[in-house]
Structures are given as C-alpha cells and as structure tokens.
C-alpha cells in the first residue's frame, strides 16, 4: 500500500544523510580525528533534538526494557555501525565501502520476514534489485581496491545495521519516533566519548570553521536523518525503508559535485536514476 509521506520522509533521511560524506571530507579537511568528529556528531544532534523536543513539550523519558533498547541501538547498534565503517574506509576505496555496505537492505529484507512478518512482494524484491544496481554504478566499483579484510569490516557494518534497523522497527510499535531518537543519540555520543578518552584521540575543535563543521554534521547528517527515518519507518516498515534509503548515494554524488566538485559521469548519473527508479517502485507497491 502506498504511503507517500513515509516514503519522502525516509528520502529525506537519506538526502540527509548523503551530506555525512561530503561534511566528513571537510572535517578530515580541518585536522579533526574520527573519534572527536562521532562524538561531537552526536552531542551536537542530542542537544538539538532535545531542546526541540523540551520546547514542544514532547520529551518523555523511557523505562524498564524500551529505556534499554533505545540505548542499545544507540551505544551498540548506531556506535558501532559507524565505527565499522569508518574502520572500512581504511582498507577499502570509498566506493567500495559504499557498495558493500549498501548489501544491508538484502538482510533487512531477509530479517523483516524471518522476523517482523512484513510483506515482501516481487515487486520489492525487484525494487530492491533495481536500486542496488544503482548504487553499484554509482559507487564505482574498482575491483583492484579490493581487500578482503576491508569487505568483511565493511559487511560486519551492514549486518550491524540491518539488525539496528528491524530492532527499531519493533521499538516503534512501543515507543514513538521521536523519543526513540531521543535516546539513541546521547547513547552513541557516550560510546565515542568514553572511547575517545581512552584512546586519547578526543580534542576539542578550537577553529569556528571547524565547529560550523561539527554542527552541520550534529544537526544536518544526524539528527535530522535518524528523526526522519524512523517517523518514516514506522509508517512503510523496515524491508521498504530499507529499499528508500538507497537513494542515498545519489544524494551524495550530487552534493559531491555541486560543493567539492566532483566529476560526475553517465554511468553515475544512469545509476542514480536507477535508485530513484527503485525508490519509486516500492512507493507504488
């Protein structure tokens, strides 16, 4: 069944989240390590949807199992996909981490009918066939890039992900959107901070250039996103969401071109009009 606000909200997510890469190359840019850069991400994106939420008068506290879900997915789900994938780009091109992580909505489909019982029609299935593709072309590949230890980082990433993605699927049936979001964030603040502190990799930005950079990320590539997708979840399930939020390397490579001036190709742009074509497929199943 259709559902076009759900679907434009996680597309927004997933132009949202398409700035992260383009706003983390000018964070590198400024001299500020990974762990400073997670921790400030999501301090920053807590600080913004709880004073958004206390204005409004919406921000509600958890308890008992749901209190330990929302942390979890936030200190142990979101913490370490990301985590993951940034350990990834170590050993592999961008490009490749992007198409290996982009295998997580295939788990997500595979979860949601071992474990949500959502409907997956052929159309999803070819929905999900059709933006994949995309998100190869879009991606690059570069077979001499290739490491196997960088793919299984990488795939360690996507199936962290995908398991984030259907236990927020099943928290949303308790716990709506927004204080779901509320608590995933200063969760996964916590796990860079503490781990910053004992690496001793987190330093403080003393640039405004660099703060402007950090908020961005915090506001614009967090917040915003994690918000979006869940209230988008929560209306067209976690195996169509999932499909959606390809559209993401096409929001990047488009960002990429227009402030860092990135070479765009055909086959770039023939790939991101596959993912759009997938997106818009699933939106009509």
């Keep these: 069944m259709s559902d076009r606000l759900g679907t434009g909200l996680v597309a927004l997510s997933a132009i949202s989240f398409g700035t992260l890469g383009v706003l983390g190359k000018?964070?590198?840019?400024?001299?500020?390590?990974?762990?400073?850069?997670?921790?400030?991400?999501?301090?920053?994106?807590?600080?913004?949807?709880?004073?958004?939420?206390?204005?409004?008068?919406?921000?509600?506290?958890?308890?008992?199992?749901?209190?330990?879900?929302?942390?979890?997915?936030?200190?142990?789900?979101?913490?370490?996909?990301?985590?993951?994938?940034?350990?990834?780009?170590?050993?592999?091109t961008a490009g490749l981490v992007g198409i290996v992580l982009y295998t997580y909505p295939v788990i997500v489909v595979g979860l949601s009918i071992a474990v949500l019982d959502e409907p997956v029609t052929p159309k999803t299935v070819a929905a999900l066939a059709v933006a994949l593709s995309g998100v190869v072309l879009i991606a690059g590949a570069d077979p001499s890039g290739v490491d196997i230890r960088g793919v299984c980082i990488v795939l360690g990433a996507a199936v962290v992900y995908a398991l984030y993605i259907v236990i927020g699927r099943q928290a949303l049936t308790t716990v709506d959107s927004r204080t779901l979001t509320a608590h995933v964030l200063p969760a996964a603040a916590a796990s860079f901070v503490i781990f910053g502190g004992f690496t001793g990799q987190l330093h403080m930005p003393t640039e405004l250039s660099s703060w402007a950079i950090v908020v961005a990320i915090g506001v614009f590539a967090t917040a915003i996103p994690i918000f979006t997708f869940f209230a988008g979840m929560s209306r067209i399930g976690a195996s169509r969401a999932s499909i959606v939020s390809t559209f993401e390397p096409a929001g990047t490579l488009a960002l990429g071109a227009i402030v860092l001036g990135e070479p765009v190709t055909l086959v770039t742009v023939f790939g991101g009009a596959l993912v759009v074509a997938g997106v818009v497929l699933v939106e009509t199943g």
């Design 26 to 92: 000018l964070a590198g840019a400024a001299g500020l390590t990974i762990p400073t850069v997670l921790a400030l991400r999501f301090s920053v994106a807590t600080l913004f949807v709880w004073g958004w939420l206390g204005v409004r008068g919406e921000l509600r506290m958890l308890s008992g199992r749901s209190l330990l879900i929302g942390l979890g997915l936030g200190g142990l789900g979101y913490a370490t996909m990301s985590a993951l994938y940034f350990l990834g780009l170590e050993y592999l």
